[in-house]
């Protein structure tokens, strides 16, 4: 089975970074993707890592290490339209390639 | 726009009743998952269909099924609907080689279900 643990909710200013933080526990791992979701709203992908290390996508950035079990996704020059729901999924190995999804973490961004 | 359509945008109907909810995918994607989204279960993994053959299945109710047709469409019936299947539900697809790592998903904007 697979568990994933994130922040519920944070709060940051506009122009700060914030960074939001993701562990998991698999029985098997093909990588791990983070989503952006407004509410009421489909997901959109943000970012992908299966290998160790960052990724950097304008102002957002993602981190893996897959010893840790552990991701992080960073923002920065926060704006307010940043203001969602951030959800890390996890891939299992194999054919299949459903998600597994975190609960999210809202994420407030205050003028 | 993700490419991704789906129907109906919202759904009320009452419970017993039997929906079906459709997803259309990118142009040249192969499969089609389901999820779905409620306040106290966050979004859920329900089945993934791969050029019309079920490749995976989630926690997905006896009540619910799905199929993948030949021109890679997609439909989800919900029979027997109980209050708790009040939700959203989200198609994604992705191309799926057989071969290769992991693709991205794209998700349509979702149908909202309300079961009264």
């Known amino acids: 089975g697979q568990n994933i643990d994130q922040p519920t909710e944070m709060t940051a200013t506009e122009g700060a970074i914030v960074q939001i933080n993701c562990t998991y526990q698999?029985?098997?791992?093909?990588?791990l993707f983070w989503y952006q979701q407004h509410a009421g709203e489909a997901p959109t992908f943000l970012s992908y890592?299966?290998?160790?290390g960052l990724e950097e996508k304008g102002r957002f950035s993602s981190f893996l290490s897959r010893s840790k079990g552990y991701s992080y996704l960073l923002l920065k020059e926060l704006q307010m339209k940043d203001s969602a729901s951030y959800l890390c999924?996890?891939?299992?190995?194999?054919?299949?390639?459903?998600?597994?999804f975190g609960s999210g973490t809202q994420l407030t961004v205050l003028p | 726009d993700s490419g991704v359509t789906q129907t109906p945008k919202h759904l009320i109907t009452a419970t017993g009743q039997r929906v079906t909810l459709r997803c259309s995918p990118r142009?040249?994607?192969?499969?089609v998952y389901w999820y779905q989204q409620s306040l106290d279960q966050g979004l859920q993994f329900l089945i993934q269909?791969?050029?019309?053959?079920?490749?995976a299945k989630g926690n997905i109710l006896e009540r619910f099924s799905a199929q993948q047709f030949p021109d890679l469409h997609s439909e989800l019936n919900l029979s027997s609907l109980e209050l708790g299947d009040s939700a959203l539900y989200f198609c994604?697809?992705?191309?799926?080689?057989?071969?290769?790592?992991?693709?991205?998903?794209?998700f349509g904007p979702g149908t909202r279900l309300l079961v009264l």
């Open positions: 994604a697809s992705s191309h799926s080689r057989l071969a290769g790592g992991q693709e991205t998903q794209y």
């Open positions: 698999t029985s098997g791992f093909n990588g």
């Open positions: 890592n299966v290998l160790d």
């Open positions: 999924a996890v891939s299992p190995s194999g054919s299949a390639r459903q998600l597994t």
């Open positions: 142009s040249g994607d192969l499969s």
């Open positions: 269909y791969y050029n019309g053959e079920e490749r």
